[in-house]
């Protein structure tokens, strides 16, 4: 199967002023790939390289795919080049979608927290969630009304009253500690947005166990290097074959140089293309995709390391 394909743009509408959604149609007519509520597309964005965007629109929408681009100056150019390079009719590569931040389907109730442009992918999620009748409450942070993005489509869903809202220039306030304490164990919460926000809802949920909180960034946060990084050798169980990793280098750095047959995408520890499992030594995860159980068996070759000599990995 084929891991790209061509889409041309059929609609670019202004959600807000830094905020564009793009919807985007098989390039030939006909249906895209199926996907379901959570999961991304990379988008082939020129010479900026590869970016991910979440899909918003509803999974059974199978017509199109639609994806919220905010515009961010300072970040790597992927969003300039949507904003200022991509109009309607435009032809576009991207891959196929992929999911890492799926529901789960045997949770009671679902909580979801969008800040921003995080609320991208919680918008298929709350379609889903709404069709299979299940329990849930879209919890919605904004700056202000002028930087909420699909207001016409919350507003006139049928779910619009599982729906709360916060501007941070005024109005009704969300209680995070409160909402979340009020959880009942078969709870599950699902987070996306700004950093801050990210990590002020994951203290909020400190006492949550650890698979029952789903959570999706944007962009890596800063990584702390105490001690500076350290070599050390990777070891490929298939083959047997090892390599060094120098202190300025990847894992998936090295493999790929020298032939070995991974994939890569965003390469800061946020899309998971690269997520592989080890088989011994002990990484030091610096991804942003990985939850606590995830980790005790998989890594992120794009930004990991080894606090180990060796690092064994199912290759």
Known sequence: MESTLQVRVAEVI???????RFELVAEGGGELPAFEAGAHIDVYAGSTG???????????????????????????????WMHDTVRRGASMTIGIPRNNFALETAADRHLLFGAGIGIT??????????RDDAEFTLYYFARSAAHQAFKTRLAGSPWASRVRYQLDD????????????????????????????MDAVRRAASSWPDENVHLEYFAAGPVEHADGD??????????GERFHIGRDETIAQVLLDAGVDI???????????????????????????????????????CCARAKTATLVLDL
């Open 50 to 80: 590869i970016r991910q965007y979440s899909l918003c629109s509803a999974p059974w929408e199978r017509h199109r795919y639609v994806i919220g681009v905010k515009r961010e100056p300072q970040s790597r150019g992927g969003s300039v």
């Open 230 to 239: 350290q070599p050390f050798e990777i070891e490929l169980a298939r083959s």
């Open 121 to 130: 992918p919680l918008l298929a999620m709350a379609e889903t969630l709404a």
């Open 263 to 301: 994939m890569t995408s965003c390469e800061q520890g946020v899309c998971g293309t690269c997520v592989t499992t080890y088989l011994d030594g002990e990484p030091e995860h610096r991804d942003f995709c990985l939850n606590r159980r995830e980790r005790e068996t998989r890594v992120a070759l």
């Open 170 to 197: 005024g109005g009704p306030t969300i209680d995070l500690a409160a909402e979340l304490a009020a959880a009942s164990p078969a709870t599950h919460l699902y987070m996306c947005g700004p950093q801050g926000f």
């Open 14 to 20: 202004e959600e807000t002023a830094e905020i564009r």
